[in-house]
């Protein structure tokens, strides 16, 4: 079946500007993840949603960052007024389950690469 | 606060010898541990979990990991090494204790199979 998709999967943008950036998750999918993944290391945690309620945004660097998934489904992840050291891959993951039963695997999709010039 | 430690950067085997990429975590109550691969400009493949019960689990391409609580592990084992495994592999866990439903990766092991 469909895997997690992202797009663009290549994002170059001035300073300054604005970005967003797209996921769908595998259909039926309850939780949605968002990760920040800079070079050479390792995913780290933006935002969590279970549906379309946000219930974790603590990885958010700054408020310039803000995630929406209004109708439970498709995510948009939007950084306004990009600086250099937002450039990074974003990706996007889902998974069946929901509240605290964090033992369903998370599928990811391929990334979109922020370039930030 | 949890963490996980892939200790190794890089690990090199030939093709055919068994392979270990090594993984240590700290988290303050109980874990759930995954292992993920990532090949070139793709996402993240899931291998396998450890979630409860038997402390060796299998998974996908042949993969296998042991659960080990009381040195805080969970090493990533294939009994024969393809050149095809050759990727970045991270750990990740799961801290039951603080409630977020996020995984902490590690910072990955490149593996490189020598034909």
């Known amino acids: 079946g469909a895997g997690v998709s992202q797009s663009p999967r290549y994002k170059v943008a001035k300073r300054g500007q604005d970005v967003a950036l797209r996921c769908d998750p595998i259909s039926g999918h309850v939780s949605l993840f968002w990760y920040q993944q800079a070079l050479g290391q390792g995913p780290e945690f933006l935002t969590y949603?279970?549906?379309?309620?946000?219930?974790?945004k603590s990885g958010l660097p700054s408020d310039r960052f803000f995630a929406e998934r209004p109708e439970g489904s498709v995510s948009t992840l939007k950084i306004q007024r990009t600086q250099q050291e937002d450039s990074a891959v974003y990706l996007c993951?889902?998974?069946?389950?929901?509240?605290?039963?964090?033992?369903?695997?998370?599928?990811f999709g391929p990334g979109t690469r922020l370039t930030v010039t | 606060a949890q963490s996980v430690a892939q200790p190794e950067d890089q690990v090199n085997v030939a093709e055919g010898n068994p392979l270990t990429v090594k993984c240590t975590y700290s988290?303050?109550?109980?874990?759930?541990l995954f292992w993920y691969v990532q090949y070139p400009n793709r996402g993240l493949q899931f291998l396998l979990k450890?979630?409860?019960?038997?402390?060796l689990v299998k998974g996908s391409y042949g993969f296998e990991a042991e659960f080990n609580k009381s040195q805080t592990s969970f090493h990533l084992k294939k009994p024969s090494a393809l050149v095809s495994d050759s990727a970045l592999y991270f750990c990740?866990?799961?801290?039951?204790?603080?409630?977020?439903?996020?995984?902490?990766f590690g910072t990955g092991t490149r593996l490189t199979v020598i034909p």
């Open positions: 993951a889902s998974s069946l389950g929901g509240g605290t039963s964090g033992a369903y695997e998370q599928y």
């Open positions: 450890y979630i409860t019960g038997d402390n």
């Open positions: 988290v303050s109550g109980n874990p759930y």
């Open positions: 990740a866990v799961r801290d039951l204790q603080t409630g977020a439903n996020n995984l902490f």
């Open positions: 949603f279970q549906n379309e309620a946000q219930l974790d």
